[in-house]
């Protein structure tokens, strides 16, 4: 099957990129607010609890005062960089992509040859898909490894910074492609965080040219609509809001109330990792230009866009994404694409934000470092990376007993002495 087509045989740019630019604008991410969480508690990232509520805020011009509505930050505002290099790009002929810098000549190189073989993945991609749903059908069960794999081998690993990427070794089947290429995929130790705090591995971890950690991706079965399970869901619903009188849209059609994953949590544990990775980016590399870090959460239908800044202490959420054109089925949707490269390359692309005035940061947090306050030095100085296993730590004496081994023979340990040990959480 050939690749999409250039716009003019003369340029190298991929029209299908240039197509499907204009059509990110509807990609918005919610600003969420956590309300209650397990983050000060030895918790794997399966357990993590994180209820939230979305950001509002009230209109100050006159024709629309008294209007509340949720607050969201456009894609095209966050990743205006990488608007502007496509836009740059368009019409160049190979000499002129010769001239760009060497990391954007790399990633625009690598988006071109994706789609130029598109048709090859959209093959792959379709053959594990399909039997893994016809094994669903079968067993009700699918192997999340082999879509995760497929996912990787056929898609976000082709469009990653160098196409280098590590999957979790935890898995009990280590599997190679399905779809027939049979490439053996790169397993290896993919542990972050700290065992007094949250902890546990992601599914992928995906690289620099520099062989530092980028960006993470947490991979499920099925990502689908199940309203009768919204109650017992921790979230709030998105579809419309009634606040005062005033009815307000959600940023997207399927939000994360509405998505159950192929387990119970799937949510909170992609929120969590996603607060873990940046919180240890920040810590491993304290000169990034900003600390808006991704964590891609994908199914074979959908993906979603959870980013965390831990310079800010600000977290969004984006609106799901379908992976395939919904009138065109098997075919991957360019949109699609285009939003998951410039997410992995988010280090050259995505801007972050930038405050005129040190108070707007206000309305944007998380109050994350706020909820964990007593743990904060844990998340901000001794969170580890690559860690095969991580040791059991009992919750109902991790404050005192942690603060003891770091304060031992400071004033303030001496009077914790004479304190109960066990906490109550």
Same mark, same amino acid.
């Given at each position: 099957m050939a690749g999409r087509e250039n716009s003019q045989s003369g340029e190298t740019l991929n029209k299908s990129i240039v197509l499907a630019l204009p059509h990110l604008d509807k990609v918005k991410f919610a600003v969420l607010e956590i309300i209650n969480c397990n983050a000060t508690q030895s918790v794997s990232f399966p357990d993590a609890f994180c209820k939230y509520? =979305?950001?509002?805020?009230?209109?100050?011009?006159?024709?629309? #005062?008294?209007?509340?509505?949720?607050?969201?930050?456009? $894609?095209?505002? *966050?990743? /205006?960089?990488?608007?502007?290099?496509i836009d740059k790009c368009r019409g160049m002929n190979r000499e002129d992509i010769e001239e760009l810098n060497r990391n954007e000549r790399k990633a625009i190189t690598t988006l071109d040859e994706y789609f130029q073989n598109i048709g090859v993945h959209e093959q792959s991609l379709n053959k594990v898909f399909g039997m893994e749903k016809e094994k669903k059908s079968q067993s009700n069960s699918h192997s999340k490894t082999a879509i995760t794999v497929a996912l990787v081998e056929h898609l976000l690993g082709k469009l990653a910074p160098g196409q280098s990427f590590i999957i979790n070794d935890g898995s009990n089947n280590k599997e190679n492609c399905k779809c027939g290429c049979d490439v053996a995929p790169n397993y290896g130790s993919t542990g972050i965080g700290h065992e007094v705090v949250w902890h546990g591995h992601a599914d992928i971890i995906f690289s620099s040219h520099h062989e530092e950690n980028e960006c993470i991706a947490k991979c499920e079965s099925s990502l689908s609509s199940d309203e009768s399970q919204q109650e017992t869901t921790p979230y709030l619903s998105l579809k419309r809001r009634r606040i005062d009188g005033i009815e307000e849209d959600s940023p997207g059609e399927k939000l994360m109330t509405e998505v159950k994953g192929h387990t119970a949590g799937t949510s909170e544990q992609a929120i969590a990792q996603a607060i873990v990775f940046s919180l240890l980016q920040k810590q491993r590399h304290p000169n990034f230009q900003n600390h808006m870090i991704p964590n891609i959460l994908i199914s074979p239908?959908?993906? %979603?866009?959870?980013? @965390?800044?831990?310079?800010?202490? =600000?977290?969004?959420? &984006?609106?799901?994404?379908? *992976? $395939?054109?919904?009138?065109?089925?098997?075919?991957? &949707? &360019?949109e699609a694409v285009l939003t998951l490269w410039l997410v992995l390359h988010y280090r050259i692309f995505c801007k972050g934000f930038v405050f005129e005035e040190p108070t707007?940061?206000?309305?944007? /947090? &998380?109050? $994350? %470092?706020?909820?964990?306050?007593? /743990?904060?030095?844990? @998340?901000?100085?001794?969170?580890? #990376?690559?860690?095969?296993? $991580?040791?059991?730590?009992?919750?109902?004496?991790?404050?005192d007993t942690w603060n003891r081994k770091v304060l031992q023979g400071t004033e303030y340990c001496k009077g914790m002495k004479k304190r109960k040990l066990h906490v109550n959480f």
């Open positions: 509520e =979305i950001d509002l805020v009230k209109l100050e011009r006159e024709e629309l #005062k008294h209007e509340v509505r949720s607050l969201n930050v456009n $894609f095209s505002t *966050l990743f /205006k960089t990488g608007f502007d290099f239908d959908f993906f %979603q866009i959870i980013l @965390y800044d831990a310079e800010h202490d =600000i977290l969004l959420c &984006s609106n799901f994404i379908d *992976l $395939f054109n919904v009138n065109n089925e098997g075919r991957l &949707s &360019s707007e940061v206000e309305i944007f /947090k &998380s109050n $994350f %470092q706020e909820l964990v306050k007593e /743990k904060w030095n844990i @998340y901000t100085n001794c969170l580890k #990376k690559s860690v095969p296993g $991580f040791p059991v730590v009992d919750n109902g004496i991790s404050i």
